[in-house]
């Protein structure tokens, strides 16, 4: 009889310890995000069924640091993209990015199961974006042209058109500055003018009519700033 | 007795081969690693006080002539410094060589930076704002000069008129002359020599 008691008790026993390990839930992990260079609202990242708009720091430069709403379960997966992205291998092309800026995965993939790593922490870093500038040169004859963007946007070369027997045409010739990112102001010059034959180049176009101008909205609209010239004669 | 002692020879003379082949002190690892912001020749680096190195065109990259055996201890430092650099710093330099250290290598040099100052002249409407490429400055009706954001050395600028002010026109002169052109008074642009006072000049009429 007392047997018959301390048995059903020792079962019991057993239930409940069970039920601790399971019954009352699997371990869950929070997602945790951290976002670097973010300057302009408009970045929405998105997992599992749940999506987190990320707002750029008080402070420039600062990182932004969340955690996703709900947290997941032990073993499920998880892939943290800009909402609506397309998904290629694990990159991702397009969604909720930020105006003016392209946000990715940086450091660790974005991806991956709950469980696999201590802690879930998805880095995105966000880079400005620039667009190109460029143009064409007319006229030019001599060798040696060489464009300036200011002091950090490099320098390019530009040689004329020759004809069969290397005698340059003077015909149209396009050439390409470094890009510029939005919001930064260009302005190009003449770092060196041509020689064999002595040419003076000036320049033209651009917002400003004189070869300057701001990588601004309507210029971001316009892919760029194609529309410099530079006249030698 | 014959075959065991050709065998021996055979053996003896193929691990002699063996070693000569990998060169009596010369090692099979390449000692290099990346250069970051050098523009021109100058920099030339040491492996224990000798093999020097010159870092040529396109100045991203060092590679010594000598190879190191894994073990070898390795501490490479910089002899010369390129004429527009301020210092050129070795990171992870000196270590006992494996494919883990060799791989860590990598030389920073600082470009020397100078100021570059526009003298403005005759600016009496608001609104004038001049640009050296990225670099805008908004100059006041009653700015003399305008400090420009510094330039490296070397490096090119072309200061423009991004806006012109209400009511007048400005032109900027000054930079590169052409002494072959008689009469040229510069654009505005030029390169950054070694000097602290490179000036543009912006006049504005009437």
């Not at chain 1, 310890?17 to 995000?33: D, H, M, Q, R």
């Not at chain 1, 420039?60 to 290629?88: C, H, M, R, S």
């Not at chain 2, 680096?45 to 870092?55: A, K, P």
């Amino acid at each position: 009889m007392k047997f018959s008691l301390a048995r059903p008790a020792f079962a019991l026993a057993i239930t409940l310890t069970l039920a601790s390990c399971g019954g009352g839930g699997k371990a869950t992990f929070p997602i945790n995000v951290t976002v670097s260079g973010l300057q302009y609202p408009g970045l929405v990242l998105s997992t599992n069924g749940q999506d987190l708009t990320v707002n750029p720091p008080a402070t420039t430069g600062q990182d932004v640091v969340l955690t996703f709403p709900n947290q997941i379960e032990y073993g499920q997966t998880y892939e943290v993209t800009p909402k609506d992205a397309t998904i290629t291998n694990h990159t991702y092309t397009g969604g909720s990015q930020p105006k003016h800026q392209n946000c990715a995965p940086t450091l660790f993939p974005a991806y991956g199961t709950a469980g696999q790593l201590a802690k879930i922490d998805i880095r995105y870093a966000c880079a400005i974006l620039a667009y190109p500038l460029t143009g064409t040169v007319n006229g030019l004859k001599g060798t040696g042209l060489v464009l300036a963007n200011g002091s950090t946007a490099g320098t390019i070369g530009v040689n004329p058109v020759l004809d069969t027997n290397n005698t340059p045409t003077g015909a149209a010739v396009t050439f390409a500055m470094n890009p510029v990112p939005y919001n930064t102001t260009y302005g190009v010059t003449v770092l060196t003018q041509p020689t064999n034959p002595t040419q003076t180049c000036t320049v033209t176009g651009g917002a400003n009519g004189t070869g300057g101008g701001t990588m601004d909205d309507a210029a971001e609209n316009n892919k760029g700033v194609t529309n410099l010239v530079v006249t030698c004669q | 007795m014959k075959s065991s002692i050709l065998r021996a020879g055979v053996v003896a003379l193929a691990c002699a081969l063996g070693l000569s082949a990998c060169g009596g002190g010369s090692g099979d690892l390449y000692l290099s690693g990346a250069v970051y912001n050098v523009t021109k020749d100058g920099l030339v680096l040491q492996n224990n006080g000798g093999d020097d190195t010159n870092v040529v065109s396109p100045y991203t990259a060092f590679q010594f002539g000598n190879r190191v055996s894994t073990d070898d201890q390795f501490n490479i430092t910089v002899k010369s410094i390129p004429s527009n650099a301020k210092e050129c710093v070795v990171n992870n330099g000196k270590a006992r060589a494996n494919y883990y250290t060799i791989g860590q290598i990598s030389v920073t040099c600082t470009i020397k930076q100078h100021a570059l100052t526009a003298v403005i002249k005759n600016l009496t409407g608001s609104g004038l704002v001049i640009i050296n490429g990225a670099d805008r400055q908004n100059v006041s009706v009653d700015a003399k000069t305008v400090q420009m954001a510094m330039v490296n050395e070397g490096a090119a600028y072309g200061v423009t008129v991004l806006q012109q002010p209400t009511g007048q026109t400005c032109t900027v002169t000054g930079g590169y002359i052409d002494p072959n052109k008689p009469g040229d008074v510069g654009n505005g642009t030029g390169t950054m020599g070694p000097d602290e006072n490179t000036t543009v000049t912006v006049t504005c009429t009437p």
